[in-house]
Every structure is written in structure tokens, then in C-alpha cells.
């Protein structure tokens, strides 16, 4: 059996608390798959990788910006085609569309024009690509760095 549909999961608040995961504050949804995995890593102990790339900070080098990530030590990958849903910006803070390449668990991202680029962002529109993935094949949140 694939799916079930027309069912319910109960949790223990208890789970949820020690996992992170209950933001009064926040309306939620996610995929059970998200939640059972965090379960398993922070309630269970278990070593393994729980959360898509969460970019963590981005460095210049020359006319692109290198965005690090947590949660990519396997590196990263783009699914479904060419990575897209990338911008650049300057101190200006008027952002273009920007090309992005993997390097292993970092990306590097230009955009031609910006020769000295400072914030970096990743689906930020109504309906953005989003293909970026670590190697265990979860996605990406959208985000916003600066430098």
C-alpha cells in the first residue's frame, strides 16, 4: 500500500514539544513524512538528516555570493531540472534573477550586472521552481541572506 487517505495520526503533545515543532503563534501544515522524521532525530536519537537545506550564511567572492547551508553535509541537488528561482541583489537591494551553481553543499550564485552582490534569495514569488534538494532528497526552504 502507497497511501492512506481518510485517516488520522494521533501524536502526543509531548512528541511534538521535544521535536520543536508546535509554534502557537503559527498556523502548520506539512507533510507526515516531515514530522515523523524530526520525531525520529530529536525524540528518538536517531542519526539521521531531518530538514531539507536551511541556508545559514553567504560569503562574496569576487561578482557571486556562496551561500552555506545546514542540513546539507551530503551535499546538495537539484531536482526536476536546472535550479531556478534565484535572485541577487546589491546594496541598492533591487533584486534579479540569478544564475546558481552546486558545489557540493555550498551553491554560488551571480547574476550578470551585479558586480558587487549583497543579499541572495531563493523562491521568493507566488509561485516559485523550487528544485533545490540535499541528498536525501528533501527540498529546500525558500530564504533571504545577506552578506
Do not use: K
Not at 19 to 24: H, K, S, T
Not at 48 to 63: D, H, W
Not at 113 to 127: E, K, L, T
Request: charged letters at 25%.
Amino acid at each position: 500500500m502507497d497511501a492512506l487517505s481518510g485517516c488520522a495520526l494521533l501524536v502526543r503533545r509531548e512528541v511534538f514539544e521535544q521535536a520543536g515543532l508546535l509554534d502557537e503563534a503559527c498556523f502548520f501544515s506539512f507533510e507526515d513524512l516531515d514530522f515523523a522524521l524530526a520525531a525520529r532525530a530529536a525524540v528518538y536519537g536517531e542519526d539521521i538528516e531531518y530538514s531539507g537545506p536551511l541556508a545559514r550564511e553567504v560569503t562574496r567572492e569576487g561578482s557571486s555570493l556562496r551561500v552555506w547551508f545546514d542540513h546539507a553535509t551530503s551535499g546538495l541537488e537539484s531536482r526536476g531540472g536546472a535550479l531556478r528561482s534565484f535572485e541577487v541583489a546589491g546594496a541598492d537591494g533591487s533584486f534579479i534573477a540569478a544564475d546558481a551553481r552546486i558545489e557540493r553543499s555550498t551553491l554560488v550564485v551571480s547574476a550578470p550586472g551585479i558586480d558587487a552582490p549583497v543579499h541572495v534569495r531563493y523562491g521568493w514569488s507566488n509561485s516559485p521552481e523550487c528544485r533545490l534538494y540535499n541528498r536525501e532528497g528533501l527540498p529546500a526552504s525558500p530564504f533571504t541572506v545577506s552578506r
